[in-house]
């Protein structure tokens, strides 16, 4: 676990985040991996067992943080950007595996849009999960791609229904496995205040959106958030691999604030995302 504070001196803006992953209680190993590089917030649940959804996940997050625009302050980044990323990301997981792995992605670019103002790019393929908390209101701005959202949507489950479903855990989009590889998109304007809450679904698949609001909007420090969430997933069986990601955006914000996280132990200490083993 770990979480870093920076502050940018010419804008009294400060971005709190901290991050944590377990293996959980019931597997062998933990094939989840995040990225906590400013500007980039993602998390990457690897499936395929045996090292594989590790590698998967671990290939992903690296994608990102190879971007050229990572350490960049308020990038114009688009959709269409992010896109080519995940294509890249999907193909090397392809040429690596041989289609035996796949992962899901979510999380937030902070960008800068057309008129200037910071923005959250969120991005989605799978069921992990971003939400935001805003005024004491948690949203999840994601869409699960499974087959029980589909079943959700379609009114033959109800959501609470679909967290006991005996299929909840089979997605329907995936990076590097699979014929639907696309993510979704969503431009969100920052707000001073925010908290971010990006996530695999061992978290909320243990977790009710009402705990996770409830410590979100009571814990000041988004570390312990993460450490609380955590110890959440545990006591409700902890049956999968637990990744948790917050982000606290405070001030008046008109710019990014620069920040690198890695994760203990990662290959590459110097920035660049990492499993979260």
């Known amino acids: 676990m770990n979480s870093d504070e920076t502050t940018s001196p010419d804008l009294e803006v400060r971005a709190v985040f901290g991050y ?26 690897g499936m395929g067992g045996h090292e594989a959804g590790e590698v998967a996940s671990s290939i992903c997050v690296r994608t990102l943080g190879d971007a050229p625009f990572v350490g960049e302050h308020l990038p114009e980044v688009s959709a269409s950007d992010l896109q080519l990323l ?38 989605n393929v799978g069921d992990s999960r971003t939400y935001r908390l805003t ?9 699960d791609h499974s087959e ?6 379609m009114g033959q489950i109800t959501p609470d229904e679909a967290l006991i479903h005996p299929r ?43 705990q996770l609001q409830q410590i979100l909007s009571s814990v000041a420090n988004p570390q312990d958030a993460c450490a609380a969430m955590v110890e959440a997933a545990l006591r409700s069986g902890g049956r999968d691999n637990v990744t948790v ?25 110097g920035g660049a995302p990492g499993n979260a083993g």
Request: glycine share 12%; charged share 25%.
């Open 135 to 143: 005024n004491g209101l948690l949203e999840q701005i994601t869409v």
């Open 245 to 269: 990601l917050v982000i606290y955006v405070e001030g008046s914000l008109t710019g990014s604030v620069p920040a690198v996280a890695t994760l203990p132990g990662a290959a590459d200490s």
């Open 86 to 123: 995940l294509r890249e990301a999907d193909a090397g997981i392809r040429e690596a595996t041989g289609g035996r792995a796949g992962t899901t992605l979510t999380g937030a670019v902070l960008v800068r849009d057309d008129a200037g103002r910071p923005c959250w790019l969120v991005f």
């Open 148 to 153: 029980v959202q589909e079943l959700v949507d």
């Open 20 to 45: 944590a992953s377990d293996r959980g209680l019931r597997r062998d190993q933990n094939e989840d991996s995040l990225i906590a590089a400013d500007p980039v917030f993602a998390v990457a649940d």
């Open 168 to 210: 909840r855990h089979v997605v329907t989009r995936a990076l590097g496995t699979g014929s639907d590889t696309e993510a979704d998109y969503w431009l969100i304007p920052v707000e001073p205040g925010d908290r971010l809450l990006v996530c695999s679904d061992g978290l909320t698949g243990e977790v009710s959106d009402g």
